[in-house]
C-alpha cells in the first residue's frame, strides 16, 4: 500500500468532493496513514461536515474516493465527532493532514 499515493489522490478531491457532497477531507487516519495496512484494509478519511450532506451523498462520496485512490480498496468516512475521545486521541496521533 502506497499511502503517499493515496494522499495525492485524496487531496486532489478535496475541492470536488467539498463542492459537490458539503463535506471537507481533513486527514487520512488509520491502518492506511501508519503505513501497516494489509489488503483487507480500509481507507479511513476524516471529515469536516461543511454542508448539509445526507447519509445517500456521504455514501456517494466513498465510493467516488474509492475510484480517486483506484486501489479497490472500500473508504469509510468518519467525524471527529462521531469518535469516543479515546478513539479520537489515538486517531489525531496517526493523522495525515490533507491540507
Avoid: C, N
Amino acid at each position: 500500500m502506497d499511502r503517499d499515493h493515496v494522499v495525492g489522490a485524496l487531496r486532489a478531491q478535496r475541492d470536488p468532493i467539498e463542492q459537490r457532497y458539503g463535506i471537507r477531507l481533513v486527514g487520512l487516519i488509520g491502518s492506511v496513514a501508519r503505513g501497516d495496512a494489509k489488503p483487507e484494509s480500509d481507507v479511513d478519511v476524516v471529515v469536516d461536515i461543511v454542508g448539509t450532506p445526507s447519509l445517500f451523498d456521504l455514501s456517494r462520496a466513498e465510493r467516488d474516493l474509492e475510484e480517486a485512490i483506484g486501489l479497490g480498496m472500500p473508504v469509510e468516512i468518519v467525524t471527529w465527532e462521531g469518535m469516543r475521545p479515546s478513539g479520537r486521541a489515538i486517531m489525531e496521533r496517526d493523522l495525515v493532514p490533507l491540507s
